[in-house]
């Protein structure tokens, strides 16, 4: 399979290595139209907090529902062929999908999020990849509207955004973060923080690429999420 540099300062596993498929997993929640986009819904009806998810640019895998469905209760580009290759640069370099349009397009989307759980009165939001960086937009805008954020294996990490943190912020990085840049962001935190390198895990280990039939892997999938579960229990009143 030949190789793909990273993208508009995308991670280059996201360019190159296609996610593990794990077999088996049954989702919990079910498919809604929300705001005119395709969303997974989980969790109790009568919730009073809820959670957004910026899944990464594999979409609704299997590993990455499971994680929805973790936190409830307590296009698809693999690119190993060239056409796929020039799929997932496209995705990259298309307006339409850079985090600062889907955070400038997120007040509207959550409106129509809103309208469809009135019972849920606080809001958290979970980043992948790409949506790590949306998190980090979205809670160091003008405009944010979420209580917490957690990023998960965050892409184009800037530690310029975190000053302008303005809620409690977990970040779970990966051993393909680069180490410096991730330290620089979590000093600049002025907000209750938890920042942690999972240091043998590739990019995307609590999403598409979490290969779960591997026992290590399998841990640190769970860690991650209980990490999250934790901080989120600890900071979100």
């Known amino acids: 399979m030949s190789t793909m540099p990273a993208s508009h300062g995308h991670n280059e596993a996201c360019c190159n290595i296609p996610p593990v498929v794990s ?8 498919y809604h139209e ?3 986009y395709k969303t997974y819904v989980t969790g109790p009806n009568d919730a009073e907090k809820g959670i957004i998810v910026i899944y990464d640019i594999f979409g ?10 973790i936190l409830a209760t307590g296009k698809k580009f693999p690119p190993d062929t060239e ?10 370099s298309d307006p339409e999908h850079v985090p600062h349009t889907v955070a400038a397009q997120l007040p509207e989307y959550f409106k129509a999020v809103q309208a469809s759980n009135p019972s849920i009165k606080s809001w958290g939001i ?31 990490v800037d530690p310029a955004e975190a000053e302008g943190v303005k809620v409690p912020f977990i970040l779970l990085a990966s051993g393909e973060e680069p180490a410096e840049t ?43 999420y209980q990490t999250v579960l934790d901080f989120f229990s600890k900071n979100w009143s």
């Not at 790409?130 to 294996?153: C, E, R």
């Open 126 to 156: 979970l980043g992948y990849c790409w949506g790590g960086k949306v998190a980090s937009l979205i809670t160091s805008g003008d405009s944010n509207f979420f209580q917490i954020a957690a990023a998960a294996h965050p892409a184009m």
């Open 34 to 36: 929300l705001g005119n």
């Open 83 to 92: 056409e796929k290759q020039k799929n997932v640069g496209g995705f990259f």
């Open 23 to 30: 077999d088996g997993y049954v989702a919990k929640g079910s």
């Open 182 to 224: 991730v330290k620089e962001f979590e000093s600049k935190l002025k907000v209750p923080k938890h920042v942690e390198t999972f240091s043998d895990q590739v990019h995307g280990f609590m999403a598409a690429r979490a290969d779960l039939s591997n026992p290590r892997v399998r841990e640190e999938y769970a860690r991650g």
């Open 60 to 69: 609704y895998f299997d590993q990455t529902l499971q994680g929805a469905d």
